[in-house]
């Protein structure tokens, strides 16, 4: 295991604690983690977002946002389009 799926675990392993997930019916912290890099091929903050999005208790409300969904992520733009974005900032 990396020190970063080991760092992931501590942080599911928390968010867990806190936010009183039941024990039944949730894969072990660990088994989560590797399941989302190795088997899903998934970046790890893809898994916090996941969690925060099931378990939407953890996520702090302000006015608003009581009662919504959280944001979508943010989708990639393709390296093309990119650099053209990039040439016309630096045209301006």
């Given at each position: 295991m990396t020190a970063e799926e080991a760092h992931y675990v501590a942080?599911?392993?928390?968010?867990y604690v806190?936010?009183?997930a039941?024990?039944?019916?949730?894969?072990?912290?660990q088994e989560?983690?590797?399941s989302?890099?190795?088997t899903k091929k998934l970046p790890l903050y893809r898994l916090y977002y996941d969690l925060h999005k099931k378990y939407d208790a953890a996520i702090k409300h302000i006015d608003g946002r009581v009662g919504r969904k959280p944001p979508r992520m943010p989708e990639k733009k393709a390296p093309a389009v990119e650099a053209e974005m990039e040439k016309k900032e630096k045209e301006l």
């Open positions: 942080l599911v392993d928390d968010f806190k936010y009183g039941a024990k039944e019916g949730r894969k072990p912290s989560l983690v590797l989302y890099t190795r």
